[in-house]
């Protein structure tokens, strides 16, 4: 295959163990050529950017299925962390194979916490759009069965590509997305026919505690697309903060460097151009609404247990597992 450089065998070799490990079989690593855009660029509807070349890494089940669902995993501003690990285990358990992307390792970006100009969170929409044209392709993979999940910065991507406008502009021929799922998704962005999705059900969870990317904005994002006819859930998680399914983060725990946007509000105008709801001003992370050192992260484990059901249920309803 022309975008495979290596495969690598064994669940040992992942660190895995007890059921996850028997669930777990090879792992493939794909070349992922893409493009760096802004996100005036995405809004006016332009495909040139800087060309960029990324990885994913393909984890199999260990199954003898021959058309295998799949799917894709988009990291958040902390880059490739241990939810994404858990994740991948989760749904090989399920019989499908999960697909790792870094947008960040082939940018030279280790994480964007503190800058998040370093890459336009729409960018990552466009990565996952090039990861799905990859994957479709594999002759292991069922092209009809390939959903999008992602985590904060990652969830605009997975959110976002149910758009049938963004869709149109940057996504492959053949199958789009069968699901999408949005984990502590920031909604503060609100683009013009944003509620014209594909039709492919999406699924979003939150907590209520979050104050890193608060789940109000959610809820009005979740209203317009209800309002549109799409098949839309939001699940919310009483007392849980951001981040809240990453094993490895103590609750709760403030970043000092990181940068949040909870107070802005950005629209798309009719010119095409996001802007500062409020003010009119462009997007910018040197807005004054952007603050510094705010906001909580820490793990749950009843919100975790709550979404990984949920998540299973839903994925297993999808791909008719």
Request: net charge positive; with cysteine.
């Given at each position: 295959m022309k975008n495979f450089i290596a495969a690598c065998a064994i669940a040992m070799s992942l660190g895995l163990s007890g059921a996850n490990a028997q669930a777990a079989g090879r792992t493939e690593i794909y070349a992922i050529p893409s493009v760096t855009l802004t996100t005036d660029q995405i809004l006016g509807s332009r495909l040139e950017g800087k060309p960029v070349t990324l990885t994913g890494e393909l984890r199999f089940p260990n199954a003898d299925t021959a058309r295998l669902p799949a799917v894709i995993l988009v990291h958040g501003s902390g880059g490739i962390r241990d939810n994404i690990d858990f994740w991948s285990k989760e749904i090989n358990a399920?019989?499908?194979?999960a697909f790792v992307l870094d947008s960040f390792k082939g940018r030279g970006i280790v994480r964007t916490v503190a800058d998040q100009s370093q890459l336009d969170t729409l960018a990552m929409m466009t990565d996952a759009y090039r990861a799905l044209a990859i994957l479709s392709k594999n002759p292991r993979i069922d092209?009809?069965?390939?959903?999008?999940?992602?985590?904060?910065?990652?969830?605009?991507?997975?959110?976002y590509s149910s758009s049938l406008r963004f869709r149109k502009l940057y996504a492959p021929a053949g199958p789009g997305f069968a699901a999408h799922i949005g984990l502590y998704t920031p909604c503060d962005m609100q683009f013009r026919d944003e509620d014209k999705v594909t039709g492919a059900p999406?699924?979003?969870?939150?907590?209520?505690?979050?104050?890193s990317d608060p789940v109000t904005p959610c809820r009005d994002y979740v209203a317009r697309l209800k309002r549109g006819g799409a098949d839309v859930t939001l699940t919310e998680f009483p007392g849980a903060y951001h981040a809240y399914?990453?094993?490895?983060?103590?609750?709760?725990?403030?970043?000092?460097?990181?940068?949040?946007?909870?107070n802005c509000a950005w629209r798309e105008n009719d010119n095409g151009q996001m802007?500062?709801?409020?003010?009119?001003?462009?997007?910018s992370y040197r807005d004054a609404c952007v603050e510094y050192g705010v906001g909580h992260f820490g793990y749950s484990p009843a919100a975790t247990e709550a979404t990984v059901t949920a998540v299973r249920g839903f994925l297993k309803s999808v791909f008719k597992l």
């Amino acid at each position: 295959m022309k975008n495979f450089i290596a495969a690598c065998a064994i669940a040992m070799s992942l660190g895995l163990s007890g059921a996850n490990a028997q669930a777990a079989g090879r792992t493939e690593i794909y070349a992922i050529p893409s493009v760096t855009l802004t996100t005036d660029q995405i809004l006016g509807s332009r495909l040139e950017g800087k060309p960029v070349t990324l990885t994913g890494e393909l984890r199999f089940p260990n199954a003898d299925t021959a058309r295998l669902p799949a799917v894709i995993l988009v990291h958040g501003s902390g880059g490739i962390r241990d939810n994404i690990d858990f994740w991948s285990k989760e749904i090989n358990a399920l019989g499908a194979a999960a697909f790792v992307l870094d947008s960040f390792k082939g940018r030279g970006i280790v994480r964007t916490v503190a800058d998040q100009s370093q890459l336009d969170t729409l960018a990552m929409m466009t990565d996952a759009y090039r990861a799905l044209a990859i994957l479709s392709k594999n002759p292991r993979i069922d092209p009809s069965r390939i959903a999008i999940m992602g985590f904060s910065k990652g969830a605009v991507a997975a959110v976002y590509s149910s758009s049938l406008r963004f869709r149109k502009l940057y996504a492959p021929a053949g199958p789009g997305f069968a699901a999408h799922i949005g984990l502590y998704t920031p909604c503060d962005m609100q683009f013009r026919d944003e509620d014209k999705v594909t039709g492919a059900p999406i699924r979003l969870f939150h907590g209520s505690a979050d104050d890193s990317d608060p789940v109000t904005p959610c809820r009005d994002y979740v209203a317009r697309l209800k309002r549109g006819g799409a098949d839309v859930t939001l699940t919310e998680f009483p007392g849980a903060y951001h981040a809240y399914e990453s094993h490895g983060v103590p609750p709760p725990e403030v970043l000092k460097v990181m940068q949040n946007a909870r107070n802005c509000a950005w629209r798309e105008n009719d010119n095409g151009q996001m802007v500062n709801a409020k003010t009119g001003a462009p997007y910018s992370y040197r807005d004054a609404c952007v603050e510094y050192g705010v906001g909580h992260f820490g793990y749950s484990p009843a919100a975790t247990e709550a979404t990984v059901t949920a998540v299973r249920g839903f994925l297993k309803s999808v791909f008719k597992l």
